[in-house]
């Protein structure tokens, strides 16, 4: 019964290619988050979700592009993937304070 | 700009007793969010404990203690009576006082070894 879901958990892609990384969340938060995570940085915010059909800039958006289709699902979207975006990303949903974050995508760009 | 800075990047302590993971932040806003998270070897991502600015008293949950030295823009995580099951890497997070954004910033984390 986890709130947060991600998919796929792991991945593979090539230099150029089109990845797409699926988030799905339960709790009915109005807020979703995408967030890469690398040693020595912590998790840095790459886009961000008001509701469905709202996207936002976070911290580090450059590569990336997200979508919220509906209130339960927001994507991120590396159209021409590069070995620097190699990392682990983590989904997120939240309230007015509190994220809550699905289990991670490894992602791997060769 | 928002900052948050943790120092220590690994500790070691004996099971049984009491550590201190020390988090200082940096924000212009008068009102914001403080938040301690555990990662687990797994890669888990867990909240534990927040500490509301506008709160003087330090927050508590289980085992987990906040010490809030607000003029030292500090928020120190305690934990008392550790397990080895409280190995874990742990960040020091802070949201300003923005309620439509939600908007995470997040330490380096620490990574916490408990030794039987």
């Known amino acids: 019964e986890a709130a947060v879901t991600q998919s796929p958990r792991n991945k593979v892609a090539v230099t150029g290619g089109k990845v797409t990384l699926s988030c799905n969340q339960t709790?009915?938060?109005?807020?979703m988050y995408w967030y890469r995570q690398d040693t020595g940085h912590g998790l840095r915010l790459i886009h961000y979700?008001?509701?469905?059909?709202?996207?936002e800039k976070g911290d580090i958006p450059d590569g990336y592009k997200a979508s919220r289709p509906s209130q339960e699902n927001f994507s991120l979207i590396l159209e021409l993937a590069t070995p620097s975006q190699t990392s682990v990303y983590f989904c997120?949903?939240?309230?007015?304070?509190?994220?809550?974050f699905g289990p991670g995508t490894r992602l791997t760009v060769l | 700009a928002q900052k948050v800075t943790q120092t220590q990047t690994s500790i070691s302590v004996m099971e049984k007793t009491t550590v201190t993971m020390d988090c200082v932040y940096e924000?212009?806003?008068?009102?914001?969010?403080l938040f301690w998270y555990k990662q687990t070897a797994s890669g888990e991502i867990v909240f534990l404990i927040r500490?509301?600015?506008?709160?003087?008293e330090n927050a508590t949950v289980g085992h987990y203690s906040l010490n809030f030295q607000k003029p030292k823009s500090s928020i120190g995580l305690i934990i008392t009576a550790t397990q080895i099951e409280d190995s874990a890497v742990y960040f020091c997070?802070?949201?300003?006082?923005?309620?439509?954004?939600?908007?995470?910033?997040f330490g380096q984390g620490t990574k916490l070894s408990i030794k039987p």
């Open positions: 500490q509301d600015s506008y709160k003087k």
């Open positions: 997070a802070m949201r300003e006082g923005n309620y439509n954004q939600g908007k995470l910033i």
């Open positions: 709790n009915n938060h109005n807020n």
């Open positions: 997120a949903s939240g309230d007015a304070v509190e994220q809550y």
């Open positions: 924000t212009q806003d008068s009102s914001y969010f």
């Open positions: 979700s008001y509701g469905a059909g709202s996207t």
